[in-house]
């Protein structure tokens, strides 16, 4: 069974701080990874996307990504309260259309 | 406006009650997908599409079916619901080939009692 592990948090970080969000997975050949936000009630938005190995920078958000130790991070930097919301971490797995999500992480952002 | 579209978004129903709730999309996305969230268990995926005519198994398949017979629109079909589907359903689409990133519809609240 192929898993996405995440930190259910919460994750509290003061207004303006950086915010470290971390993701692992299990499928070794997997391609494609993604970060989500879901605000309570609300539909996943997605916020970046990585397929290299390195850093992919987005505005305030920075993924990064290192399939040797099979994990994938999200940073926010200056952190807002409106950034408080559930992070979820998706991969699509190798060689199919599957896409696993992960239980995803609360950050609270503190004014 | 590009968007994924989901009706209903709020649904009560009973036991064994047939129901269908349709997803569109406006992007002429190739893949589509159906997604089940549940408290402590986060998004499923039940089935999925990558083209017309063409559906596979996601990893909770069981009880629902879909058909995929035009590229905007990808139904979720409960032939028979039971409250253990009671849950929140998400629709998703992407392009499919060289772009793998999902666009998510507003979701919808199902409640089998």
């Known amino acids: 069974q192929k898993e996405v592990e995440q930190n259910s948090g919460p994750l509290s970080v003061p207004e303006g701080a950086i915010a470290s969000l971390n993701c692992t997975y299990s499928d070794r050949g997997s391609q494609s990874f993604f970060w989500y936000r879901q605000y309570s009630g609300k539909s996943p938005e997605l916020i970046m996307f990585i397929y290299s190995n390195g850093d992919k920078e987005d505005g305030r958000f920075t993924a990064q990504l290192n399939k040797a130790s099979q994990y994938v991070s999200l940073l926010i930097r200056d952190s807002q309260p409106s950034d408080s919301a559930t992070y979820l971490c998706?991969?699509?797995?190798?060689?199919?259309?599957?896409?696993?999500f992960g239980t995803g992480t609360r950050l609270k952002v503190l004014a | 406006e590009a968007q994924v579209t989901q009706n209903p978004r709020y649904l009560i129903t009973v036991t064994g009650k047939k129901l269908t709730v349709t997803c569109s999309q406006n992007?002429?996305?190739?893949?589509m997908s159906w997604y089940r969230q549940d408290p402590g268990l986060g998004l499923r995926q039940i089935y999925y599409?990558?083209?017309?005519?063409?559906?596979d198994k996601g990893d909770v398949p069981e009880g629902y079916k879909v058909s995929r017979k035009e590229k905007r629109n990808f139904p979720l079909i409960l032939e028979s619901p039971s409250p253990n589907q009671t849950s929140l359903y998400f629709c998703a689409s992407s392009l499919g080939t060289v772009s793998y990133e999902q666009y998510f519809g507003p979701g919808t609240r199902l409640t089998v009692t």
């Open positions: 998706a991969v699509r797995i190798s060689g199919t259309y599957k896409y696993i």
């Open positions: 992007m002429n996305h190739e893949y």
């Open positions: 599409s990558m083209n017309v005519e063409v559906t």
